[in-house]
C-alpha cells in the first residue's frame, strides 16, 4: 500500500512538471503503471493528489525558514526564503492560481495544511520587522498573496521576470 502510494507520488510529481497541476489522474495512473482504481483509492480527486504533493513543499519551505532565520542579515534571509516560495511554485504550471485560492480560504485542507510553512516565514518577517529593515504594517497573509501574484506573473509571461520582480516588491518592502 504505501509501495504504491510512494509511486503515485513520484508520478504525480512528474505528470505535475510536465503537464502542469491540471493534469488528469489517469496520466499518474499511466507513469505509475498502475491501474486507475488504485489511484483513486488512494487519491479520490485529483485536488487530494495535489494536495500531498504540496505538503512536502510546504515542509521544505518550512525547514527552510527555519535554517534562514538563523543566519545572514533578516532581509535578506526573508528574500532568499520568498524566491524558494516562488521557485516551488514555478516547478508545476498552474499551481500559483491553485495556491492563490487557498491562501484565500482559510479553512481547505491544504490551506489549514501550509499553517506550519507559513508560520516559519512569519518569523523570518518579524525579524527582518525588528531590525527595521521591513515595513511594520506588513503581514505574511499579504506577502505569501504578493509572492503568489508574481509566480502567477512569471508563469504567464517569462520565469526569468519572477527574479526581477521580487527585487521590486522587496525594495517596496523596505522600510524608509
Partial sequence: ??????????????????????ASLLEVAKRAVLGTGTVYRHFPTREALLEAV???HFEALRV??????????????????????ISHLGEYRGLAREVMSVLH???????????????????LLSRAQRDGTMRADLDMSTLLK???????????????????LLGYLMEGMRRR
Fill in 105 to 123: 480560504d482559510g479553512v481547505s485542507p491544504l490551506s489549514v495544511s501550509c499553517q506550519d510553512m507559513r508560520a516559519a516565514g512569519t518569523v
Fill in 54 to 56: 504540496l505538503l512536502d
Fill in 146 to 164: 504578493l509572492a503568489n501574484a508574481i509566480a502567477l506573473t512569471a508563469e504567464e509571461t517569462d520565469s526569468g521576470r519572477g527574479v526581477d
Fill in 1 to 22: 500500500m504505501l509501495r504504491n502510494r510512494e509511486r503515485l507520488l513520484t508520478a504525480a510529481r512528474a505528470v505535475f512538471a510536465d503537464a502542469g497541476a491540471d
Fill in 64 to 85: 527552510a525558514a527555519v535554517n534562514l532565520a538563523e543566519v545572514g542579515p533578516p532581509d535578506d534571509a526573508l528574500a532568499d526564503w520568498l524566491q524558494q516560495f
